[in-house]
C-alpha cells in the first residue's frame, strides 16, 4: 500500500514528482492551501523557492511531520524552529532516501496513544510496546482513516487476495489488542460487521 505524501509548492513539478516518488500517493497543492495542524499524522513537505515563499509559511504553527525543502538561506529559519529541512541542489538518490526516511519516522498521535519509530506509546503513563511492521501500518492506517473495511486491509496491507480464506487478519488485531491493553490506552479498536473501527 502506498504511503501518502502531501507536498506543498508554488512551483510546477508534478511530473517530476509524481516520477521520482511513484512508491507515494501524492497530492500536491499550493503553499497557501496548508493548514497549521501540529497533530497531522500523514507526510507532509513544503517546498520553498525564494524569500517571499519563506515569508508566507508560519512556521511556528507547523507540526513535527512536516519537512522544508528550500534553496535558500536556511540557517535564520532553523534557529526558529525544530522542523526537519532539505537543502537543495541534492542528487535523486539522496533526495529519495531522504523522503523515505522522513515518511518512516513520522509521528502519530491519537487521544491518550503516540506510534513512534514502530512503537506504542501512552502519553500519560509513558508505557510503551513494540510493534511489528504489519501491526504499525494497520494501526496507523485505521487512525488516519477512523474506519476501513476488513477486505482494503487484507489487500492492501497484508496482500492477501480478498478470495482467499484465512485468519491472518484476526491474528495481528489480536496482538495489536494485546498491546494497547498492555500500554493501558483508551483507544479501542472495534469490529462491525466487516469493518474495522478506531474509537475512544
Do not use: W
Not at 491518550?112 to 513494540?130: A, P, V
Not at 497484508?158 to 478470495?163: A, G, H, K
Amino acid at each position: 500500500m502506498k504511503s501518502r505524501l502531501n507536498i506543498f509548492s508554488n512551483t510546477s513539478l508534478k511530473n517530476f514528482l509524481n516520477t521520482t516518488l511513484s512508491q507515494y500517493k501524492i497530492s500536491i497543492m499550493d503553499l497557501d492551501t496548508i493548514e497549521y495542524d501540529n497533530k497531522t499524522i500523514e507526510a507532509n513537505i513544503i517546498i520553498l523557492n525564494n524569500n517571499k515563499e519563506v515569508d508566507l509559511i508560519n512556521f511556528s504553527k507547523l507540526g513535527e511531520n512536516y519537512l522544508i525543502m528550500t534553496n535558500t538561506k536556511i540557517s535564520n529559519l532553523k534557529s526558529k524552529t525544530t522542523l526537519k529541512f532539505l537543502k537543495t541542489p541534492m542528487s535523486i538518490n539522496y533526495f529519495k532516501s531522504s523522503i523515505k526516511n522522513f515518511s518512516q519516522n513520522l509521528k502519530i498521535q491519537f487521544c491518550d496513544i503516540s506510534i513512534d519509530n514502530e512503537k506504542i506509546i501512552n502519553l500519560n503513563n509513558k508505557s510503551f510496546c513494540y510493534l511489528t511492521k504489519v501491526e504499525f501500518e494497520i494501526l496507523s492506517y485505521l487512525i488516519r482513516e477512523k474506519e476501513a473495511s476488513k477486505t482494503f486491509i487484507k489487500e492492501n496491507i497484508l496482500n492477501i487476495r480478498s478470495n482467499i480464506e484465512t485468519n491472518s487478519l484476526e491474528s495481528h488485531l489480536s496482538r495489536i489488542r494485546k498491546k494497547m491493553n498492555k500500554v493501558n490506552t483508551v483507544v479501542q479498536i472495534k469490529t462491525k460487521s466487516e469493518k474495522l473501527l478506531i474509537t475512544v
